[in-house]
């Protein structure tokens, strides 16, 4: 009783998938086909997720997609009417760096980028605009409050070299807001 081939399997004698794990008489095209399959799923969820297979996400530009190029629908809107002031971006300083200006009196910042990407954050009044390079973007901080409100650019590392600026916010005389010029 030394014959190796004791299973009554003469049809299939290649030994593959007669392991003790492998379930007996599952030919070996069903496991093939089962990785044809798989691969063929893959390639579908893929072809989803890159989008070649059509328009799938609406979600590209959710919030937090701050300063990435070309995402501006987080920029403050422009007051209409309202002055502008410019300023200008260019590594490591924003120029001016220190805009002075009485609270309550609409104006808006006229950003330009003039090296690279740059935008304007001022968290405490939720005022952001991002300019391209060589762009300019325009929006209007509401600086309601008197005193000192940091701005600074959010690109990576810009803060850190310099890129602040100050809205230096002064209490406006006899405490009315200043009216606009008709
Ligand atoms: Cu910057």
Redesign the pocket.
């Known amino acids: 009783m030394a014959d190796p081939t004791a299973y009554p399997d003469p049809g299939d004698d290649t030994g593959v998938g007669s392991g003790p794990g492998s379930p007996p008489g599952m030919p070996r095209w069903v496991k093939v086909s089962g990785i044809v399959v798989g691969a063929l799923v893959l390639l579908f969820v893929v072809l989803q997720l890159t989008g070649v297979g059509g328009e799938h996400g609406p979600a590209m530009h959710g919030p937090g997609a701050r300063a990435s190029e070309g995402d501006h629908e987080g920029d403050t809107r422009p007051i209409d009417g309202a002055p502008e002031l410019a300023c200008t971006?260019e590594?490591p300083a924003f120029d001016p760096d220190r805009i002075e200006l009485p609270a309550g009196m609409p104006v808006n910042v006229a950003l330009s980028?003039a090296d690279?990407?740059?935008?304007l954050v001022v968290d405490e009044i939720d005022f952001h605009l991002a300019a391209d390079r060589e762009k300019t973007v325009t929006g209007g901080p509401v600086l309601d409050e008197p005193g000192t409100h940091g701005g600074y650019?959010?690109?990576e590392g810009?803060r850190e070299a310099g890129?602040e600026l100050e809205f230096l916010v002064t209490a406006s005389e006899g405490g009315h807001t200043p009216p606009v010029d008709h």
């Open positions: 971006a590594e980028a690279i990407l740059h935008d650019c959010s690109v810009h890129m």
